[in-house]
Nanobody
Framework: QVQVVESGGGLVQAGGSMRLSCAAS????????MGWFRQVPGKEREFVAF????????YYAGSVKGRFTISRDNAKNTVYLQMNNLKPEDTAVYYC?????????????????WGQGTSVTVSS
């Protein structure tokens, strides 16, 4: 079993940057593929970015591609989401998720373990 805990959210002005962290605990945490999702009230949880267990194949939603970067440090069992040029529409609760599936995809159902989320607010 894996536990994930997000941190790093807060308030930032449009055009600014923020880095989210996701600490994964568990003996096999470094072997899980990891994803970031986000959700605003009244809407479904939305895929943001994905990275494989060894850091290969980062994949992004079109709305964040070129602005967000996902990375991981398996020595620290931590996944990061660097967010640059933030826009008000990036405002959401951001969730980190871990998957045992070889191809978890972009849907929440492909992920097995979730954090509690961290709130990001981008002011205009």
């Amino acid at each position: 079993q894996v536990q994930v805990v997000e941190s790093g959210g807060g308030l930032v002005q449009a055009g600014g940057s923020m880095r989210l962290s996701c600490a994964a605990s568990g003996r096999t945490a470094s072997t899980y593929h990891m994803g970031w999702f986000r959700q605003v009230p009244g809407k479904e949880r939305e895929f943001v970015a994905f990275i494989t267990w060894n850091g290969a194949g980062p994949y992004y939603a079109g709305s964040v591609k070129g602005r967000f970067t996902i990375s991981r440090d398996n020595a620290k069992n931590t996944v990061y989401l660097q967010m640059n040029n933030l826009k008000p529409e990036d405002t959401a609760v951001y969730y980190c998720a871990a998957s045992r599936s070889p191809s978890p995809g972009i849907f929440p159902g492909g992920y097995d373990y979730w954090g509690q989320g961290t709130s990001v607010t981008v002011s205009s």
